[in-house]
């Protein structure tokens, strides 16, 4: 079964409602303040997270009522942030994919975060990827294919995650790369452009950050 996390950073509206439409009989993990997103189209999430410091008490409140929703309540003074704790659950459920909404925003910190935690879903083998607005964002580790006319955007950037991606291969791109060696801390992989109807990206070791732009 598909997994959907609402997380509570800035989701674009439209956005929502599709993915909820989607999601309608799959796992919807409302997180903490996220609550308030599901709350706007009166969506009823299978599982709530967090430790409930952000939410509206009367939202909360609203959903508690609802016998039918799993609560998971945690100490605010926890070593694992809240999305975090979505994720590992969203992996304890053997989700088959999973989707984030709202992890990103004008907390850098907690970006960065939980770009960070999608190494859990990569380790547990579960495609897995962030979305907002104008990023959908994703860690490879082996050959990936992109199809032109189903990529979210224009742009493709390539960022290692790990200090160091080697036996990098692009074909099918604007910019090519044949077993490249591509270390953090460099920008060479951004803003690149796919040419062909199938492009594809190859590693042989390391972890890549994909992200799929558009302006």
Do not use: W
Not at 57 to 74: A, D, G, R, T, V
Not at 183 to 192: D, E, F, Q, R, W
Request: charged share 25%.
């Amino acid at each position: 079964m598909k997994t959907l996390i609402i997380s509570g950073g800035e989701i674009d509206k439209e956005n929502l409602d599709k993915f909820c439409k989607d999601y309608n009989k799959e796992n919807i993990i409302a997180v903490d303040k996220g609550l308030e997103q599901l709350y706007d189209l009166k969506v009823i999430p299978q599982h709530v997270v967090g430790d409930f410091d952000s939410v509206s008490k009367e939202i909360l409140e609203y959903y508690k009522k609802n016998s039918q929703i799993i609560f998971h309540k945690y100490d605010p003074e926890k070593d694992n942030t809240d999305t975090d704790i979505a994720m590992q659950l969203a992996i304890d459920l053997n989700s088959s994919t999973i989707t984030v909404l709202g992890a990103l925003g004008k907390r850098m910190d907690h970006s960065l975060a939980n770009i960070h935690i999608l190494k859990y879903a990569l380790d547990a083998k579960i495609p897995c990827q962030i979305i907002d607005e104008y990023n959908k964002i994703y860690l490879i580790q082996e050959k990936c294919i992109l199809y032109k006319n189903e990529t979210y955007g224009k742009y493709i950037s390539l960022m290692p995650l790990t200090s160091q991606v080697k036996g990098l291969t692009l074909k099918g791109f604007k910019y090519l790369l044949k077993e490249y060696s591509l270390p953090i801390g460099v920008s060479l992989g951004v803003s690149n452009e796919i040419i062909k109807d199938v492009a594809s990206i190859e590693l042989k070791k390391g972890i890549l950050m994909v992200i799929e732009s558009r302006d």
